[in-house]
Structure formats: structure tokens, C-alpha cells
């Protein structure tokens, strides 16, 4: 479908996915952030998410790492 091939290729559609599977799929958010870093690993808003994952699961010096690439984007 269009749709389908409209998400593989966009960063923003898949951090939108991985963004509406945070609450109740966490593998599925996974999965469309490691999708959309394939295509930009420096997207925001994926990195924010994920920043947000990791301290949630008390990875805090992942966190740290994956924050500093934020700051290095803007």
C-alpha cells in the first residue's frame, strides 16, 4: 500500500509510529526507531524518545550518550 511504503522511507512517519507505540508496544517503538535512525540517526525527535526510553528503564548513562548526540544536532 501507499501508506506502507510512505513509512519506510520517512523518518517523521516512523518517529510518529514509534511515538503512538511508547504507552503499550515497546518492541513495536523499537522497531521504528531503529527504521527511522537507519534513514537519519541524528532525527530529534527520535533521539528525545529514545532518551526518554532509556531513563525510563533507569539506563541513565545511555541516556547521557544519547542526549549529548541531541545537543550535537541543534
Known amino acids: 500500500s501507499k501508506a506502507a511504503e510512505i513509512e ?10 514509534a511515538r503512538c507505540a511508547q504507552a503499550g508496544d515497546r518492541v ?3 522497531r521504528h526507531l531503529d527504521a527511522a535512525f537507519a534513514i537519519n540517526p541524528r532525527h530529534p525527535g527520535c533521539l528525545l524518545l ?3 526510553h532509556e531513563i525510563d528503564s533507569e539506563a541513565y548513562a545511555a ?12
Open 63 to 74: 541516556a547521557v550518550v544519547t542526549l549529548d548526540k541531541l545537543a550535537a544536532v541543534n
Open 8 to 17: 519506510a522511507k520517512d523518518p517523521e512517519v516512523l518517529y510518529g509510529l
Open 50 to 52: 529514545q532518551a526518554e
Open 28 to 30: 513495536a517503538m523499537r
